[in-house]
């Protein structure tokens, strides 16, 4: 069988988790297939090869079309329908790991991941173009020309059923997965690490005594990055209206005024650390730092580094991430795994993921966020239950095993 798989998204700068879910997925995939054929395709006007992942497999072929995505992505595929990619590809099946313009024939076996529904369940945290863009891909039609959807949550799955009309039957979850990068640093750990971030690898680093612990020079060398604090409760996300982060500042804000009165301004207090890079309509979050009290202690990082990520979550004393709607939520499960305790909604697909492993509050009421952090802050048992829990709990999402389910659907289409 020939296998046509998109892989556009891997032509972004910058990684986000769905270049990074399909990133994971593919890989995961030829690793397990040695069998079937695999054409991996991309579009772009300029060689952009040196930057684009290397599959070295000898059943792999990548496919670049050399058209401005301008041209391709819109007049080409969505207004045309012309090239219809499997026919170009030669391909039996073709999996599309996101919702993006393209022409696929009737006689193709077609599979579409959809991570979440948010531009149709909460329009209004999208500016004016991309609430124009979705409208005018006519998601809900594009949907439907595929046979089998893969939902990464139930609770998108509720989503696509209920907000575009799909059978339950036609929409399979499959879960995504959490890389091995994402782990916790110790003194055993650094050592024994078997998945080194930097060149010459954690393992081979000279350890040095910092404050709070042992650490390895990368970590300094990321708290020098970073002009990180010594405590501080961390935020990774993009910056926009969807992630609540100005609900975040509200809540940071009525802690540190609770801990003020009760504890009298005590000496080297938890700072606020807001990592990603900034999204659509974000002015409103700016806004709201600038106008708090503790501006000063409210630093944001921009784009983090994919390799820096598993420090800044090792060196925070606490993650939150009050979001309004996820169709999965990578960060949380990034930072159990992390030995990190994790305070999130108990919204859209964020309980499901965490399970008990997660303080859950209500993301529309900052007084129940601040008094979240200021119970994990404070009390030290229940700290140590949810890092125990979010350990075990990480666990339970690998990217070989997502990989295996995609694989199973994909081999029905044989039988």
């Not at 139930?154 to 575009?164: A, G, P, R, Y």
């Not at 730092?289 to 202690?297: G, I, L, P």
Request: glycine letters at 6%.
């Amino acid at each position: 069988m020939k296998i046509g798989i998109d892989i556009r998204t891997l032509m972004d700068f910058q990684y986000s988790g769905v270049s990074e879910y399909t990133l994971n997925l593919v890989r995961e995939i030829l690793k397990l297939d040695s069998e079937n054929e695999y054409r991996l395709f991309y579009n772009s006007a300029k060689d952009i090869s040196g930057r684009m992942p290397k599959f070295d497999y000898p059943n792999v072929k990548i496919v670049r079309k050399g058209i401005p995505n301008k041209i391709f992505n819109w007049p080409m595929q969505k207004i045309l329908g012309w090239p219809e990619i499997d026919k170009m590809l030669v391909v039996d099946v073709f999996i599309s790991p996101n919702i993006s313009p393209i022409a696929l024939s009737k006689n193709c076996k077609k599979i579409l991941t959809i991570h979440d529904l948010s531009f149709l369940r909460f329009p209004e945290f999208f500016n004016l173009k991309r609430r124009l863009w979705h409208k005018m891909i006519g998601v809900e039609k594009m949907i439907k020309q595929f046979d089998k959807i893969i939902a990464v949550s139930e609770s998108t799955k509720n989503d696509i059923v209920e907000l575009c009309g799909v059978a339950p039957e036609n929409v399979h979850v499959i879960y995504s997965g959490v890389e091995k990068e994402f782990c916790r640093l110790s003194l055993n750990s650094i050592k024994k690490s078997p998945n080194p971030l930097y060149q010459g690898g954690i393992k081979s680093a000279p350890l040095i005594k910092g404050v709070g612990g042992i650490y390895s020079v990368e970590i300094e060398q990321i708290k020098n990055k970073y002009n990180l604090p010594d405590k501080f409760i961390l935020f990774l996300g993009t910056v926009e209206p969807r992630k609540n982060i100005e609900g975040l500042i509200g809540a940071y804000n009525e802690f540190r005024e609770s801990r003020e009165a009760r504890l009298r301004a005590p000496e080297a207090e938890f700072q606020l650390v807001i990592a990603g890079g900034r999204g659509w309509r974000s002015d409103g979050i700016y806004k709201k730092w600038k106008e708090s009290k503790y501006r000063d202690d409210i630093k944001f990082l921009g784009y983090v580094d994919k390799k820096d990520k598993v420090y800044l979550y090792n060196l925070a004393s606490l993650f939150v991430y009050p979001s309004f709607y996820e169709g999965f939520g990578f960060p949380p499960l990034e930072a159990m795994a992390c030995g990190t305790p994790v305070i999130t909604s108990f919204t859209s697909s964020l309980p499901e993921i965490a399970g008990n492993a997660g303080l859950m509050v209500d993301p529309y009421n900052i007084t129940d966020i601040a008094s979240a952090m200021e119970r994990v802050l404070s009390d030290e048992k229940l700290k140590n239950d949810l890092i125990r829990k979010g350990l075990n709990r990480a666990k339970m999402f690998n990217w070989e095993k997502a990989a295996r389910e995609l694989f199973f659907i994909i081999k029905n289409y044989q039988s």
